[in-house]
């Protein structure tokens, strides 16, 4: 990306350091110019990785008792919100390739808590469908929400506003990474 030693390095923000004191709210889209990269702990994507890892290890061991891995874990919270989706359908609303979410669903089959078969209107097609015992693992899931909210400390309007901006960023991100550099 860095066509030219003499180019800087813009970054967005909007609660840094360099605010002005008086405000009460921080300013938008304002644009600053770092003649050098940020420090690894001003980088937003390293805030939000290491977040995803401290998350992961809170949910370890809930995951553990419910007998799901974090991939799982996302293609049953998938199946949970609307059952009976294509394998293609899950892995869109997870942001990942078919070929990744076929050995997740061959073990949630194999442990008894989904069912793959072939849609009889278009055979190219599998359908994912939540069994019995896959429906009723949804309210033993309950625990890793309750879990993140009680280890994180913060308010249930704080999480709600991060989960909101968060998911604003992705969506930005996403859709101007269609866009050429």
């Known amino acids: 990306m860095c066509h030219e030693a003499a180019l800087v390095k813009r970054f967005l923000y909007r609660d840094m350091q360099f605010r002005d004191k008086n405000e009460t709210r921080p300013r938008r889209a304002n644009v600053l110019i770092l003649p050098e990269p940020l420090p690894l702990d001003a980088q937003l994507c390293f805030a939000l990785y290491s977040a995803n890892i401290a998350i992961n290890r ?28 294509t394998v293609g359908a ?4 997870l942001a990942l390739e078919s070929s990744t979410i076929t050995p ?9 808590l989904a069912r ?20 009723s693992l949804h309210q033993d899931s309950k625990c890793l929400t309750e879990t993140l ?4 400390g913060l308010p249930v309007e704080d999480i709600i ?20 550099a």
């Open 149 to 152: 909210l009680e280890r994180s």
């Open 90 to 93: 899950i892995a869109d609303r």
């Open 161 to 180: 506003r991060l989960n909101v901006e968060v998911s604003a960023l992705r969506d930005a991100l996403v859709r101007n990474s269609r866009e050429p």
């Open 116 to 135: 793959r078969q072939r849609n009889p209107r278009d055979e190219r097609q599998v359908i994912v469908t939540l069994t019995p015992k896959g429906k």
């Open 58 to 85: 809170v949910y370890k061991p809930l995951l553990d008792r419910l007998g799901l891995t974090y991939p799982q874990y996302l293609v049953m919270s998938a199946l949970w919100q609307q059952d009976g989706q």
């Open 104 to 112: 997740l669903l061959k073990r949630l089959e194999t442990a008894g």
